[in-house]
């Protein structure tokens, strides 16, 4: 079953708005998460490693004031797109690590936002 | 830079046959990979992962692993049209990358009845 919740599963919002997506572990802690972004017929791009109780990483390319990252407990971490444009319509997708290190990651089922 | 690289699709295969999926990894230093696969509008669910050399069985699914290649395989038996999806290919760097995961471009594969 899944292990990783994420919401909403959708979003619409008008340009220029803020819009903030939630992912939980759900009965296990995760002091690591990963945000990862799909476009269309495209691959997975991680964007940012989410640390609980300090700052993201991000990945080079990624604006890190536009893509605000908090990561509070060790259930939950939070991406907030500020100022969402349209060309950030895309499927952000969550994932964390359950058990040790060298465990796969596992995904909560996406959030597909559109920017109109 | 880091790649993965698949084996271009889309893949079509009849039902009952078995469906070949390819990857290539450049970056010695991986220490592990996975497979996913991916429904239309889905995020990526785990099929596998494989760690050593050599090969790695799972009911339907087979994962092989050549280190020395660079080169990480899945073997789909007796396909279903269930498994009609996209596939994806990820490594699990090491060094100062160890944690992430980086993934191919995927491939499409149909399976028909």
């Known amino acids: 079953g899944a292990v990783v919740s994420q919401h909403p599963s959708w979003v619409i919002c008008k340009s220029g708005t803020s819009v903030k997506i939630e992912c939980r572990s759900l009965?296990?802690?995760?002091?690591?998460m990963f945000w990862y972004r799909q476009f269309p017929k495209q691959s997975l791009m991680l964007m940012a490693t989410?640390?609980?109780?300090?700052?993201?990483?991000?990945e080079q390319g990624v604006e890190k004031d536009k893509f605000l990252i908090n990561h509070a407990s060790l259930t939950l971490s939070t991406l907030t797109v500020t100022s969402a444009h349209p060309e950030d319509s895309s499927f952000y997708i969550c994932?964390?690590?359950?058990?040790?290190?060298?465990?796969?990651?596992?995904f909560g089922n996406g959030t597909r936002l559109t920017v109109t | 830079q880091k790649e993965v690289e698949q084996n271009s699709g889309p893949l079509s295969v009849p039902e009952g046959a078995i469906a070949s999926l390819n990857c290539t990894y450049s970056?010695?230093?991986?220490?592990?990979f996975f497979w996913y696969r991916q429904y239309s509008g889905k995020s990526p669910e785990l099929i596998m992962f494989?760690?050593?050399?050599g090969d790695k069985e799972d009911g339907r699914f087979t994962a092989q692993l050549n280190k020395a290649s660079q080169y990480v395989s899945l073997l789909i038996r007796d396909s279903q049209p269930s498994d009609s999806a996209t596939y994806l290919c990820?490594?699990?760097?090491?060094?100062?990358?160890?944690?992430?995961?980086?993934f191919g471009q995927g491939t499409i594969l149909t399976v028909h009845p």
């Open positions: 970056d010695r230093g991986s220490q592990s």
């Open positions: 009965d296990f802690q995760a002091t690591t």
């Open positions: 990820a490594d699990r760097g090491g060094g100062t990358s160890y944690g992430k995961l980086t």
């Open positions: 989410s640390n609980e109780g300090s700052k993201a990483t991000y």
């Open positions: 994932s964390a690590r359950v058990g040790q290190f060298a465990s796969p990651l596992h």
């Open positions: 494989i760690y050593s050399n």
